[in-house]
Structures are given as C-alpha cells and as structure tokens.
C-alpha cells in the first residue's frame, strides 16, 4: 500500500537560508515561525490597499473580502 502511495507523493525541498546567510539556529527558527506572521500581515496590507475600492459597490466589497481570506487559507496552507 506505502508503494502504490509513494509514486503520488509530491516531495517539495524548500531552501533554507543556511547556506546563503550565517544565522545561528534560533535566528533562523524565529525567522521560520515569523512567517505565518508575516504572511497575515502582508494579506492585511492588501486588504486596508483596497478599501477604497470596497466602497464602490457591495458586490465589490464580499468579492474583495472573500479573495483575501482565499489568499490567506492558501498562504497559511503554504506556510
């Protein structure tokens, strides 16, 4: 059964920073758990660039709303 499952997997190497930068250990893990942190934020900053358009039309604003939470589930996933 793992053979049959093994030939689906899908197996990403995410670089790390170690081998470009001189971090120590807990640099790098703060950096690492800071992502998720970020990523929010980054979504968060695309949200407040677009209230100006949300104030168009209410169609406008749940479409606006629902593709940032779609980029944040993803973002989160991703992280």
Do not use: D
Not at 52 to 59: C, I, T, V
Request: hydrophobic fraction near 55%; include cysteine; charge should be positive.
């Amino acid at each position: 059964m793992f053979k049959a499952f093994q030939a689906l997997s899908l197996k990403i190497n995410v670089p790390t920073f170690g081998c470009s930068s001189h971090l120590s250990y807990y640099s790098e893990f703060a950096f690492t758990m800071a992502i998720p942190f970020l990523a929010s934020l980054l979504v968060l900053i695309g949200f407040v660039i677009g209230l100006p358009m949300m104030r168009q039309k209410p169609r406008v604003r749940q479409f606006w709303r629902a593709r940032m939470l779609q980029v944040w589930s993803i973002l989160m996933f991703l992280a």
